[in-house]
C-alpha cells in the first residue's frame, strides 16, 4: 500500500512489474477503485511497469471537498507522475479515466507515449443526466444505488455467470465516498474534449465492450475515427466494465497494441 503525497492530499497508488520500457498507467471508472483492474494486472506486469491508483474521492485517496473538474483529475496524475519521476507513460483509462487520460494527452502530448481508451468518449451523457444522478446520490446515498448502477454496467449474464466478482463490484461502488462520487459526476456533467481531440498525436486504441449501453459502440468508433492516429475494436460479451468482464481478452488487445509501437 503506497500513498503519494500531493500536498493537499494523498493518492492511494500501486506500482508493480518489469522496469522496462515506459509504464502503463491504469485509471479507473466512477466509483471503483484500482482494485478493478486485478485482473489484467499479472500479465501487463509481466512486461511493464504497471501504475493504478485511485482517482480522488474513490477508494483509499482522499476525498476533497466541493464538486471535481476533469482538470483536477488530470492534475492529479500529473503531480502522481512528477511524485514517482515517470517523465513519459502510456495511458490507459475506462470511462472517466479515459477522459483523464484524453485530457493529460492534449495538454502534454511528450508525456503521452500512448493511449488506450476503454468505454470512453469525448463526452459521456447530458448536464441533466448527471444533475440527476448528483441528487439521487446525496438523496439515497451510494449503498440504495449501486444495485442499479452496475446493472447497466455489465453484460446480461454477468450475474449469473460471475456471481462472487459480481458482489465484489456492488461492494466497491456502494463503498465509495459519497463526495468522492458527486464530486466526479459533477466533473463529468461539464467536461466536453471535442474541442481537445486535435491535439492528441500519440497512437491510440479505442476499445469497447459489444454489450456497453452507457457508452456505446458507436460512440467509440466515432471518437477513433476523429483521432489523428485512433483504432477502434470491441470485446464481445462485455458491457461498460471491460477491464472486470473481460480481463484475458483486455490484456492480450493491450499487449498486442503495444507490441505494434516500435518506440514503447
Not at 485511485?54 to 500529473?78: F, I, K, V
Not at 441533466?128 to 446515498?141: L, N, S, Y
Request: aromatic share 6%.
Amino acid at each position: 500500500m503506497r500513498f503519494a503525497d500531493l500536498g493537499d492530499r494523498v493518492l492511494h497508488y500501486a506500482l508493480e512489474g518489469a522496469e522496462t520500457g515506459p509504464p502503463l498507467v491504469l485509471i479507473h471508472s466512477l466509483g471503483y477503485d484500482l482494485r478493478s483492474w486485478d485482473g489484467v494486472v499479472p500479465t501487463l506486469a509481466a512486461r511493464y511497469a504497471v501504475l493504478r491508483y485511485d482517482l480522488r474521492g474513490h477508494g483509499l485517496s482522499e476525498a476533497p471537498p466541493g464538486l471535481y473538474t476533469m482538470r483536477d483529475h488530470t492534475a492529479d496524475l500529473e503531480l502522481l507522475l512528477q511524485e514517482l519521476d515517470l517523465p513519459k507513460a502510456v495511458v490507459c483509462g475506462i470511462s472517466i479515466g479515459g477522459m483523464v487520460a484524453m485530457d493529460f494527452a492534449a495538454q502534454h502530448p511528450g508525456a503521452a507515449a500512448a493511449l488506450i481508451l476503454l468505454d470512453t468518449g469525448a463526452r459521456i451523457g447530458t448536464a441533466e443526466v448527471w444533475e440527476e444522478r448528483i441528487e439521487a446520490v446525496r438523496t439515497r446515498g451510494m449503498e440504495a444505488l449501486a444495485p442499479s448502477l452496475l446493472e447497466r454496467q455489465v453484460s446480461q449474464d454477468f450475474r449469473t455467470r460471475e456471481p462472487a466478482l459480481y458482489r465484489g463490484c456492488l461492494q466497491m461502488l456502494a463503498r465509495t465516498p459519497v463526495a468522492g462520487y458527486v464530486g466526479s459526476c459533477a466533473a463529468l456533467r461539464d467536461a466536453d474534449l471535442n474541442a481537445r481531440l486535435e491535439a492528441i498525436r500519440c497512437p491510440t486504441l479505442v476499445l469497447h465492450g459489444s454489450e456497453d449501453v452507457v457508452t456505446p459502440v458507436d460512440q467509440g468508433r466515432a471518437l477513433a475515427e476523429r483521432l489523428a492516429d485512433g483504432r477502434f475494436d470491441t470485446i464481445e460479451g462485455a458491457g461498460h466494465l471491460l477491464c472486470v468482464e473481460r480481463p484475458e481478452a483486455l490484456s492480450h488487445a493491450i499487449l498486442s497494441f503495444l507490441r505494434e509501437l516500435a518506440h514503447v
